[in-house]
């Protein structure tokens, strides 16, 4: 299994940014997609998760409202469109995807997941 996340980059606060994670290596439409967040000094955290078959979603607090996470299961690709960007959102994004989990409970635990992409960074400017 291999993930690549791209499309970070820099913002000014208030901006937009769309994330992609593109998979290869497994049956995409069976894993369910996060995003986990990691700032300089902090612990990872989780962002937003979406069932395989897109039926369950899940948003961490801090993002819910401005962030919105998405799949196309014939590309093989999660999205995650970022818009009202706050400085506190910079960090490095990562996705990661799960085999047999698809409760809301499930996708949103870290432990969940066992296939990581390398990260894209995001910085937002105040």
């Known amino acids: 299994v291999q993930l690549q996340a791209f499309g970070g980059g820099l913002v000014q606060a208030g901006g937009s940014l769309r994330l992609s994670c593109a998979a290869s290596?497994?049956?995409?439409?069976?894993?369910?997609m996060g995003w986990f967040r990691q700032a300089p000094g902090k612990e990872r955290e989780f962002v937003a998760a979406?069932?395989?078959?897109?039926?369950?979603?899940i948003y961490a607090d801090s993002v819910k409202g401005r962030f919105t996470i998405s799949r196309d299961n014939a590309k093989d690709i999660v999205y995650l469109q970022m818009n009202s960007l706050k400085p506190e959102d910079t960090a490095t994004y990562y996705c990661?995807?799960?085999?047999?989990?698809?409760?809301?409970?499930?996708?949103?635990?870290?432990?969940?997941?066992?296939?990581w992409g390398q990260g894209t960074l995001v910085t937002v400017s105040s």
């Open positions: 990661a995807a799960a085999l047999g989990r698809s409760t809301i409970v499930a996708i949103a635990d870290q432990r969940s997941y066992h296939n």
């Open positions: 290596g497994l049956t995409f439409s069976m894993y369910s």
């Open positions: 979406i069932s395989g078959s897109a039926n369950n979603q």
